[in-house]
C-alpha cells in the first residue's frame, strides 16, 4: 500500500502548477489505444497541425461532434491536407472497456485513446466536454473551444487550413 502511495504521489509530482492554454506548448496526450496505429500520441504527430479532442462515452456533446470532426478530416484529407493534418480523440472515461464499447458502436477514423489515469484533464484545462484544442505544427496550442454549438466545425476548419498553408 504504501508503494502504492509513494508511486501515486511521485507522479502528481510532475503535474503542471497550471494548465496548458493558448500560445503554450502542448502537453503530451497519450493513453491506451482504442483505435489507430499502437503508440499514437500527440509527440507522435509533430510537425502536423493536431486537433486534440477530450470526449467521454457519457458526453452527448461529444456524440454529436465527433462525426463532424470526422467528416472534416476526410474533407481535408481528401483536398492534399492528409500528411499535413490529424486529429487525436482522447478519452477520460476512467474505465477503458466503457470507451472500448463506444469506439466500436461509433467509429470514427481518427485514433481515438483513453486516459485513464485522469492526467490530461490536470494538464490541459478540461473543464467542460468536449474540449478541444488546436495544436500547430510547432506544438504550441493556437485555440481552445469548450463544449460544442453551431459553427464549430466550419471555424475550426478554417482555422486549421490557415494553420496549414501558414509559411
Known sequence: MLKRLAV????????????????????????VVLSGPEGIKLSTLKGRVVIVDFW???????IQAMPELDAMREELRKKGYGDKFEVLGVSIDRNVDDARRFAKTRPV????????????????EVWRLPATYLVAQDGRITMVYHGYGAGFTEDLKQRVVALMNKK
Open 56 to 62: 467521454a462515452s457519457w458526453c452527448g456533446p461529444c
Open 109 to 124: 477514423g481518427y485514433p481515438l485513446v483513453v486516459d485513464q489515469l485522469g492526467f490530461a484533464p490536470r494538464f490541459y
Open 8 to 31: 501515486l504521489l511521485c507522479l502528481l509530482s510532475f503535474l503542471p502548477a497550471q494548465a496548458a492554454t493558448i500560445g503554450d506548448m502542448a502537453p503530451e496526450a497519450a493513453g
